[in-house]
């Protein structure tokens, strides 16, 4: 039976991912942060860890709580969006500090203690990590400073996989614009369900190769540039 990970899959597309991963009939281990979240999930069917990406001190007991376990799919979904300020107004320290907390360092410190259990998948395809970015983390395409914190953060987590993947080489690790998903996020006027956004991601991850590994793609499969 496949084992998959979900960090962050008390709503949105991590929920979404966490339901279609059972339908397929596998086992689940998701997190969240707060008791109505754990029981949500309790509820679907899966097994639950609580976890803050955002507090380091709560990302630091994850290994023990996974202790034992081999991963086949893993999903780091937790993420925070952001005031859409431009670059003509500085962001403040305060948030600062929860965007990059939540974006960048939980997912830095996550790596190291998830990513030698997906080395370890049973899984004959091997393990895969796939982590939601945004296209609005493109370097080389980027249409302009609005939201330009939330953009920093998205560029900073495709670069800490990209660089990742190298320690790891038993793992293949994707990057993921989830498209515009009709989530809290994304508002309901977005033309993407979460499902379909979901369906889209699971099947990518599955059908990756050793030359994705490190690669940005969007939830239809479709490769990105523009790093």
């Not at 991590?14 to 309790?42: F, K, N, P, W, Y």
């Not at 034992?68 to 320290?93: F, K, L």
Request: aromatic share 6%.
């Amino acid at each position: 039976m496949t084992t998959t990970l979900i960090i962050g899959a008390s709503r949105g597309i991590g929920h979404e991912l966490a339901r279609q991963s059972l339908t397929a009939g596998e086992r689940v281990i998701a997190t969240a942060r707060d008791d109505a979240g754990l029981q949500a999930l309790q509820a679907m069917g899966c097994q639950t860890l609580r976890l803050d990406v955002a507090e380091p001190a709560s990302v630091s007991g994850l290994a023990w709580q996974l202790d034992g376990e081999r991963i086949d799919r893993a999903w780091y979904v937790a993420g925070v969006m952001c005031a859409r300020t431009d670059a003509q107004q500085p962001p403040t320290r305060e948030m600062f500090d929860r965007v990059m907390h939540a974006n960048v360092l939980g997912a830095m410190q996550v790596i190291p203690q998830v990513a030698p259990l997906v080395e370890d998948s049973r899984d004959a395809g091997g393990g895969r990590f796939g982590f939601l970015s945004s296209a609005m983390g493109q370097i080389g395409t980027v249409p302009g400073s609005g939201a330009w914190l939330y953009r920093v953060s998205k560029a900073a987590l495709n670069m800490a996989v990209a660089s990742a993947r190298h320690a790891y080489p038993r793992a293949l690790f994707l990057c993921f614009h989830p498209g515009w998903v009709q989530t809290d996020m994304g508002g309901q006027q977005a033309p993407v369900s979460v499902s379909d956004s979901a369906a889209g991601l699971r099947a990518t991850l599955a059908a990756a190769q050793a030359a994705d590994n490190g690669g940005f793609f969007n939830h239809d499969g479709t490769r990105l540039s523009g790093w």
